[in-house]
């Protein structure tokens, strides 16, 4: 699965995302509308 793997590879990069956030908008959009950025933990 594509977005598995994009997701993973940002984790291994060391971003701390937020996953619930990234696959629902993965689920609803079937696209990316916003940067890596908006996927993070806010801290």
């Known amino acids: ?3 598995q793997k994009i ?3 940002w984790i291994s990069e ?3 995302i ?3 956030k990234f696959w629902f908008e993965v689920d609803y959009n079937r696209q990316f509308n916003y940067p ?3 996927y993070e933990h806010k801290r």
Do not use: A, I, R, W
């Open 1 to 3: 699965m594509f977005m």
């Open 18 to 20: 937020n996953e619930e």
């Open 36 to 38: 890596v950025e908006y």
């Open 14 to 16: 060391g971003k701390e």
């Open 7 to 9: 997701l993973n590879v």
